[in-house]
């Protein structure tokens, strides 16, 4: 798990070149607001938070993935902790 980053991941850096190319003004990583938003775009007042694979929970896209972190051979155990994973981000929403 110490493999897995939390910030500046590859589909994190995608969407800001995306908006970046479109010329919008962001913030990274606002430690201002709760949660730490991945993006913040405040003249719009909104937030982006872009979300994995792994912290999603679709398994099967994260074990079928080639540069995944770590070794994927405990799925009993990686599943639980997916699964506790979307339940948390289920609740919060």
Do not use: Q
């Not at 962001?26 to 775009?41: F, G, K, S, W």
């Not at 405040?42 to 937030?47: E, G, L």
């Not at 979307?86 to 609740?91: D, G, I, M, P, T």
């Amino acid at each position: 798990m110490a493999a897995i980053k939390a910030k500046n991941t590859r589909p994190e850096i995608i969407v800001r070149k995306g908006f970046h190319h479109r010329d919008f003004r962001y913030r990274v990583h606002d430690r201002a607001l709760p949660r730490t938003p991945d993006i913040v775009l405040k003249r719009y007042r909104a937030i982006i938070d872009v979300r994995s694979c792994f912290s999603t929970g679709m398994i099967a896209a994260y074990s079928s993935c080639r540069k995944r972190a770590g070794n994927f051979g405990r799925r009993r155990s990686w599943r639980i902790l997916i699964e506790a994973i979307a339940a948390s981000l289920n609740s919060v929403t």
